[in-house]
């Protein structure tokens, strides 16, 4: 099983930056897709980013260019740099990975961004 660990989130200030990190443990070898994802209250939860084991990346527009996921193979870890943060980006974040077809998740952080 994976074991997802999340750190960062908290309150910025509309425009402001944060950084997500999240690592995974347990018996594994490779992790085919990482990922981020967030649910405001009353929405349902929606892709933020996704990252292969090759790299590639996927965002939805509503993130594009502000957003930018990034992987640490070795480390088994995914990181999410939030740039220009709007109180729309308010959510718990989680963590996802995709291991043997089969989905994990992180506990989730909140992000709230505020003035």
């Known amino acids: 099983q994976v074991q997802l660990v999340e750190s960062g989130g908290g309150l910025v200030q509309p425009g402001g930056s944060l950084r997500l990190s999240c690592a995974a443990s347990g018996s594994i070898f490779s992790i085919s897709v990482m990922g981020w994802y967030r649910q405001a209250p009353g929405k349902e939860r929606e892709l933020v980013a996704t990252v292969t084991s090759g790299g590639s990346t996927n965002y939805p527009d509503s993130v594009k260019g502000r957003f930018t996921i990034s992987r640490d193979n070795a480390k088994k870890s995914v990181y999410l740099q939030m740039n220009s943060l709007q109180p729309e980006d308010t959510a718990v974040y989680y963590c996802?990975?995709?291991?043997?077809?089969?989905?994990?998740w992180g506990q989730g952080t909140q992000v709230t961004v505020s003035s």
């Open positions: 996802y990975a995709l291991y043997l077809g089969m989905p994990a």
